[in-house]
Each structure stands twice: as structure tokens, then as C-alpha cells.
């Protein structure tokens, strides 16, 4: 199937095409190896000793402890665990707001459209400190509360274009079963929204999911603070890049297990999201015929009728 965007490449640009792929792809792994050589080479220290490189045997020995693997599950665990009330929340203040932007209204409408507008500039991490220094929350309930309002307002603006995106006669129909406004945005078009939105929402959810590691600054003991802070703090600089690392990997991969699911939740939703699907209703006649054949016929009739 040719596009009518541009032209179909010829034998000379597909070939072009690949030869800048491969060198691209050259260029790509000769600067990752070239990364992991630096890193890997001895470095001279400030007074004149020379430290092992970063990938020897000396960096990573401090693995072999179990205490380490215990801090950094616990790390991870809170982590998870901050992000999951979060998003709970998230979901929630999504959802208020979601019907407060849409609501006909004025009096309901343009309050909350200002108030969404605040959460949605205001930094997360300024809104950790407010509530930490303002409610005296404690570190954890600074930061889920930060993370639910501010991600609750980008999903809340989702839902409404959700809402808004459905065909207007979704709502008419409701009204004229004799469901209230409110009903019928519950019942009929939040679903329809919701299940549109969904791989959008996780994908907000994943973003939730990394800034957590915000509470850092609030003292929570997420899964930044107990690799990168507590740990290099106790078992000192030499291991700083290690600890680094290991978070880094652990972080990659919650946030990549969570976009995987977000892209399956986007292949699954996005044919019934897409538009109509043909029901036995809409679809055609299995044998259309031929409409000239059906006039021939219909004059011959005629013909035979006059005469």
C-alpha cells in the first residue's frame, strides 16, 4: 500500500536508508563501549592515589552482604508503596476534577478550572515542602499528598477530554431515559472516557511512579534516599557509583514493567476505542447487488406493464 504523504523511496534512497541506519547503529554501540572502557579505566584521586576503575572487583564486593539487599528491598518496597496510595488518590482527585471541568455549571465549573490550573503549575517537590512544613504531615503523607493532587489534576484533564471527545448524542440519549446530568456522566460517559484515556492515565501513573524519588528531599526513605544516600554514607564514597547503579537498574526496571503494561492496555483498548465496530445491524449485505442491474429490471417491468 503506497502513502499519499511522500513519495515511495527508490533502489538508491532505500539504500541510502540503510546505510545510515547501520552507521547510526555503529555510532550507538561504539559510544556505549567506548562509556563502559572510561568508566572502567583507573582514576587518580586528588592527593595522588590511584582508585581501581569502576567496574573492578573491589566496587561491588560490598554486594555480598545481605544487609545491603535488605536495605535496598526495603527501599524499593516503600518506594511501591508511596506510589500505589498515590495513584489510588490520584485516581480519585482525577475523577473529581474531571467532573468539576465539565460540569455546566459556571459556579462549579470555574472555581475548580482555577484551582487545576494551580496544582498543574506548581512544582511537585515546592508542593511536598508546603505540605511537610504547613500540616507537619510527616515525609510519607507530604509526599503521597503532593503526588495524588498534582497527577490527579493531569489525569482529571484526561478524563475530560475523554468526555468531550464522545459523540454528543451519548449524553442526549441518557437524558432522554430520564437519567439526571450527573447519572448520565457517571453511568454513560465516564466509563466510555475512562476505558478511551486508560493507556494515557498509566502512562501518567509511570511519570508518579519516578517522582517519588522527590521524597527524597522531604526525608522519606524511598528507594533514592536508602541506595544512593544512606548506604554510600555509611559504606563511604569508593562504593557511590555502585550503589548508583544498582538503583538505577531497580528503577529501569519498575518504570519499563509499567510501560509494557501501558502499551498492552493501548493495543487492547485502542480497536474498540477507534470508532464504530460493524454489528450485524450495520453491516452490508453479504451479496450486494449490482445497483444498475436492479434498474435494468425495474424499466424492463415497466415496459411490460405498458404494453
Known sequence: MTSVL???PGPKARARSRVISVLGIVLIVGGLVALVVVLGLP????????QPGLWDASRWDVFNDVQVWRTLGIGALNTLRMAAVAAVLALIVGVLFSFGRAADSAWVRIPTTVVLEFFRGMPVLLMMLFILLVFSTGSFWAGVSALAVYNGAIIGEALR?????????????????????????????????????????IAQ????LKDTSLAFVVGYNELLRSGNYNLSQF?????????????????????LS??????????????????????????????????????????????????
Do not use: C, H
Open 6 to 8: 511522500y513519495d515511495v
Open 43 to 50: 582514576k587518580a584521586s586528588a592527593n595522588g592515589a590511584v
Open 161 to 201: 477530554a475523554g468526555i468531550k471527545a464522545l459523540p454528543s448524542g451519548q449524553r442526549e440519549a441518557g437524558l432522554a431515559i430520564g437519567l439526571t446530568p450527573v447519572a448520565t456522566r457517571f453511568r454513560i460517559e465516564f466509563p466510555q472516557a475512562f476505558r478511551q484515556m486508560l493507556p494515557i492515565i
Open 205 to 208: 501513573l509511570v511519570v508518579l
Open 235 to 255: 559504606f563511604g564514597n569508593r562504593y557511590q557509583f555502585s550503589f548508583f547503579f544498582v538503583v538505577l537498574v531497580i528503577y529501569l526496571a519498575m518504570n
Open 258 to 307: 509499567l510501560s509494557w503494561l501501558a502499551r498492552i492496555i493501548a493495543r487492547r483498548t485502542g480497536s474498540q476505542s477507534g470508532g464504530v465496530t460493524p454489528t450485524d445491524a450495520t453491516k452490508g449485505p453479504a451479496n450486494p447487488v449490482d445497483p444498475n442491474l436492479v434498474y435494468s429490471n425495474a424499466l424492463g417491468a415497466q415496459s411490460k406493464g405498458q404494453y
